[in-house]
């Protein structure tokens, strides 16, 4: 448990290049499209999150998100990113662990009706 919120100088950033990331080459990150989109318009309408402890503002994201068009395919979603991104690993000092991700789609299991393991519609 963490007793206090962390700060930029408990952790330390590694550029990495694309190529380094497990699966880039075979991945298809075009569905981000949509994601992007969404965080972009959630951004401009929503007051501004306080900086986080990697010191970045959600704004500073937007203009990345807005220029986001639909991509045609894998590789024209993996271009745009390796043409605007940066990736880094972000350690806790003197760990080579990486404990942080960006985007993710939970999916939970739900039902309208309350039964078995579905008590509460």
Known sequence: MIS?????SDFRLERVDFADLPGWAAD?????????????????NVK??????LGLEARELADLFEQAAP???????RTFFE??????????HNDEQGFVTAFYEPEVDVSDVS?????HP
């Open 4 to 8: 206090a919120s962390p700060t930029l």
């Open 48 to 53: 501004p999150y306080r900086k986080g402890s």
């Open 115 to 119: 039964e078995g393991l579905f008590t």
């Open 71 to 77: 991509f045609a395919d894998a590789s024209a979603a």
């Open 28 to 44: 298809d990150p075009s569905p981000l499209y949509e994601a992007m989109r969404a965080c972009a318009a959630h951004i401009r």
């Open 83 to 92: 043409q605007r991104c940066t990736p880094f690993r972000i350690l806790k």
